[in-house]
């Protein structure tokens, strides 16, 4: 069979199939970010019931998830180069849902880490073989794109978290919001199962990409280890931003849970899908003019995060905070759909799943592993059950991260840019 080129008519048309697949896995990163989130905005009635200080929170919600999701995610990316992606995303999902769900049973700490741990197996199965399966049902020049589109998921599955479980919790009390979200999703896999796979490297446009399995390449690519680095440090700002907002909003600023439910629902939804795709489409123009282009917007993205995280944890205004909000939460999901299809890019199709594996990984262990515990130790030490203003300070790690991650993805644009030149 031909290479398709970028200038053949076979290389413009999308089938009506690749939206369908797009929009199943989306559905299935709702329910993931779903599922991964709810347990933070129910930290509050779950830390007064069972007696957790914040670092116990941290293990439950972050560590436990991350101990498995990150060991598991590189073998996992492997097997999506080798073996059937749906089946690996059916089965993940199955069972996440089913653990996820399970969690609303836990009675002691011991309990909650062991289902948060056997969520993080499931969701590990979904990164690495979803964005593959994407790049092989759309052409590389709506990568960033079509992947954006499918990170929205984050926003519409974080949203769905403060909605839902902001309002189940209040009402119904936190266990029943891990019923009633986490279950449903065992029946969703039904379709993954179903789903078409194409053949690898169907829509690639250069031979040697799709020819490319040297897995040394992943490590000896510089632009790739700024990548790494920069945005794992990236994500340790925006994950915890999710993680901890809820706290930091009910200690420092007396809101309820139903009250972020709503703010934080209408924010994830209305800003951060839009924002999300358009970040990954505006990467794209972007690249096509300048070689570093998807790293160069996303590191002005990790610098314009600074000040805002400054803003958000020094202003006691709730209306400016608001705003505030708004604008560092689109920063902080609009690099996700960028950073995959550079990474597919750089390593071609044989490697795409080990690729996004070692990402998320890296990514993972910086944001949950390191990040979440370190500001949950730091606010144990600072006395925040007597002072909840000593919060601010905590969180103070991740503007820190963010200067740090310009930094480091301003250098790889430069270097992305010289390798391809």
């Known amino acids: 069979m031909p290479t398709i080129t970028s200038e053949s008519p076979a290389a413009d048309r999308v089938p ?9 896995l989306s559905a299935v990163y709702v329910l993931n970010f779903l599922d991964r989130t709810v347990i933070y905005v129910l930290f509050t009635p779950i830390k007064k019931e069972l007696a957790l200080t914040d670092l116990q929170l941290a293990l439950v919600g972050t560590l436990s998830f991350v101990i ?3 060991s598991l995610g590189i073998p996992f990316g492997r097997l999506a180069d080798r073996g059937s992606r749906k089946v690996m995303i059916g089965a993940g999902l199955a069972v996440w849902s089913l653990f996820s769900g399970l969690t609303g049973f836990a009675h ?12 993080g197996v499931g969701e590990a199965t979904l990164g690495p073989a979803a964005l593959s399966l994407l790049s092989d049902y ?9 992947q954006s589109v499918y990170a929205s998921a984050i926003a519409l599955g974080g949203g769905l978290a403060f909605f839902l479980g902001g309002s189940i919790g209040q009402i119904y009390g936190w266990r029943w919001a891990f019923y009633l979200l986490g279950f449903p999703g065992v029946a969703l896999s039904l379709l993954v199962f179903a789903l078409r796979e194409p053949p690898r ?9 799709a020819s490319s399995s040297d897995w040394t390449l992943l490590f000896r690519s510089k632009p790739l280890r700024y990548l790494f680095a920069g945005y794992a440090l990236f994500a340790l700002s925006s994950n915890n931003l999710g993680i901890w907002a809820t706290a930091f909003f009910v200690r420092v600023h ?7 439910g709503i703010a934080g629902g209408i924010l994830s939804v209305l800003v951060g899908i839009p924002v999300t795709i358009l970040g990954g489409y505006y990467a794209d123009r972007f690249s096509r003019k300048f070689s570093g282009g998807r790293m160069a917007v996303t590191a002005c993205a990790a610098l314009a995060s600074i000040p805002l995280w400054l803003g958000l944890l020094y202003i006691n205004n ?6 505030l909000n708004v604008v560092l939460y689109g920063l902080a999901l609009m690099w996700v759909g960028p950073a995959a299809a550079d990474i597919h890019d750089i390593a071609g199709p044989n490697l795409r799943g080990l690729g996004i594996g070692i990402f998320f990984s890296i990514a993972n262990i910086a944001a949950y592993g390191i990040g979440s515990p ?48």
Not at 16 to 24: C, E, I, N, P, V
Not at 201 to 209: D, F, Q, R, S
Not at 254 to 260: E, N
């Open 16 to 24: 009506a199939y690749s939206w369908y697949a797009l929009a199943l």
């Open 108 to 119: 002691s700490f011991e309990e909650l880490f062991f289902c948060r741990l056997m969520v």
């Open 138 to 146: 759309f052409p590389p020049r709506m990568r960033a794109t079509v």
């Open 201 to 209: 490297g169907n829509t690639e446009t250069t031979p040697i990409a």
């Open 254 to 260: 007396h809101m309820t849970l139903a009250q972020i």
């Open 374 to 421: 370190l500001i949950g130790k730091l606010s144990d030490v600072l006395g925040v059950v007597t002072n909840p203003e000593q919060m601010r300070i905590a969180l103070l790690v991740c503007p820190a991260a963010c200067a740090l991650s310009a930094l480091l993805l301003w250098m790889g644009s430069r270097a992305r840019a010289e390798a391809r030149a």
């Open 68 to 70: 498995l999701y990150t």
């Open 318 to 323: 709730l209306v400016v905070l608001l705003l």
